[in-house]
């Protein structure tokens, strides 16, 4: 059961990336996927989640109108469309898999990580 998120990397303030997260031993579509992000010195943090049953999502307020979650069952990715990017965006990114299908947003309801992506937003 693995996790590998791609497509960080350095964007300018207001520029966007995409972010995908690909599962390898399991089926994507039975379970919550989180984005979480980490910045240095900062506690790891929610970002966004797609729910694995009713299609619920869940964004940060910090994200909300700018961030896109989605999933592509068919390839077994999900992905997070970031726009209009920020510097207090940057952060390690992380994708993780949830106990369940609901939607949630708290760390340990999340049991699979990826190794995450670096996202730098600077001029």
């Known amino acids: 059961v693995v996790l590998v998120e791609s497509g960080g990397g350095l964007v300018q303030p207001g520029g966007s990336l995409r972010l995908s997260c690909a599962a390898s031993g399991f089926t994507l579509d039975y379970y919550a996927i989180g984005w979480f992000r980490q910045a240095p010195g900062k506690e790891r943090e929610g970002v966004s989640c797609?729910?694995?049953?009713?299609?619920?999502?869940y964004y940060a307020d910090s994200v909300k109108g700018r961030f896109t979650v989605s999933r592509d069952n068919d390839k077994n990715m999900v992905d997070l469309q970031m726009n209009n990017l920020k510097p207090e965006d940057t952060a390690v990114y992380f994708c993780a898999r949830g106990k369940y299908a609901l939607v949630s947003k708290e760390l340990n309801e999340y049991i699979v990580w990826g190794q995450g992506t670096q996202v730098t937003v600077s001029s």
């Open positions: 797609k729910s694995g049953s009713d299609g619920s999502t």
